[in-house]
Each structure stands twice: as C-alpha cells, then as structure tokens.
C-alpha cells in the first residue's frame, strides 16, 4: 500500500518561501507515474501545484509557474516544493498525492496545514 | 485553462436515497479524462472515478460516473450515512489540471 506523509514548517513568513517534503512509503518512485503538490486554501477547492516524475520533469501550474520548484530525491524515495515570495494568499493545506501519470490522483498524503502570517 | 462548475452547490438528502451530482466544463474534455474524488471533514481527498466511468479497486458500485464531451455526472444510487462529504470533479484531459468547486452532500 502506497503511503505518503508531508512535512515541514507549519508557518512561513509573508515573502520568504515554503519548502515542503513529501516522503513516500509502500512504492518506489524510480518505478515511475508522476508525483505531485495539490493545494486547498482552508473552507476552499482544490488547486493542483505541480507534478514531478522519477526523472525529474516537471510540470506546472500556469499562474504559479514562477514560483514553484517540485524535485525528486529518489536515493530517499521522496519529493519536495518550494513556493518563493508567499502571501496570505499561499495559506492553505498542501497535500502530497501520486499522480496517474500527469492525470489523476490515486493516492493522497494526509495534507499539512501551512499558514503564511 | 479548462474551467469546472459543479452544481448544485449543496444538496441535501436523506440516507437511501439517490444523489446526482453534475461537472460542466468549459471546454471538450479530451478523451473524458474526468475524475472524482470524496472529501471528508479533515481528510485527504479519496479517488471514486477515473476515466469519467471506472472506480478504482475497493470503491462500492453505488458509485457510478457518467457523461462525456463537457457534461459529466456522478451517481450515487443510494446514499449510506457514510456518503455525506463533499464531491470534487477533476479534468486532466487538457493542460493545466484543473478541480471544480465541489458539491456538497449534506443530511436532510
């Protein structure tokens, strides 16, 4: 059973940037699909932020292009995000997911709650 | 980018009956890659629906996805105590990935 688990600061400074890590149990992300970030503001939708596979592609969402850095870390099975220049606005629950591939998500971390304040 | 509404925003029903939820895009959604997902109260969204109509193993058949082009639905035909979350559909037929706002199915 695929398990994945974010971590990382809780609270993030207006203007610094958010790095998070999601590391994956049960699976090997050298054996391929993709692995992405996906975003919820609290009481908001969903907002997919990126997604990386096992070679280091990576793919992005438009309006957040600029500031996103997904990369993979294979030798720890793990992937990471790092989102510069944050607002109140970057407030929200980040969750880690596998993505089937640059597609749909079949299985989800428990999410992190990040606030930026 | 693909824009996803779902409606109702809200729907209430009692257990047992039947719940239809709808995802209208804004475009063609190409080959129906059209997913969806269950959220509960301080969890992860879980995957129901891929591909518009396919459940993943170990999703119950009172589930079911439907639809092509830009309207898609999801069925539940008949809804346990369980079943009372909010329901997001999501496109990945075309770039960027995009969610819709989500419906809601509450108690009646």
């Known amino acids: 059973q695929v398990q994945l688990h974010e971590s990382g600061p809780g609270l993030v400074k207006p203007s610094e940037t958010l790095s998070l890590t999601c590391a994956v149990s049960g699976y090997s992300i050298s054996s391929g699909y993709y692995w992405a970030w996906i975003r919820q503001p609290p009481g908001k939708g969903l907002e997919w932020i990126g997604s990386i596979d096992h070679g280091g592609k990576t793919y992005y969402y438009p309006s957040l292009k600029s500031r996103v850095t997904i990369s993979v870390d294979t030798s720890k099975n793990q992937f990471s995000l790092k989102l510069s220049s944050v607002t109140a606005a970057d407030t929200a629950v980040y969750y880690c997911?596998?993505?089937?591939?640059?597609?749909?998500?079949?299985?989800w971390g428990r999410g992190t709650l990040v606030t930026v304040s | 980018e693909t824009v996803l509404t779902q409606s109702p925003g809200t729907l209430s029903l009692s257990p047992g009956e039947r719940a239809t939820l709808a995802c209208r895009a804004s475009q063609t959604v190409s080959s129906n890659n059209l997913a969806w997902y269950q959220q509960k109260p301080g969890q992860a969204p879980r995957l129901l629906i891929y591909?518009?109509?396919s459940r993943p193993t170990g999703i119950p058949d009172r589930f079911s996805g439907s639809g092509s082009g830009t309207d898609f639905t999801l069925t539940i035909s008949r809804l346990e105590p369980e079943d009372f979350a909010v329901y997001y559909c999501q496109q990945y037929g075309n770039s960027p990935l995009t969610f819709g706002g989500g419906t809601k199915v509450e108690i009646k």
């Open positions: 997911a596998r993505d089937i591939p640059t597609g749909y998500f079949d299985n």
């Open positions: 591909g518009a109509f």
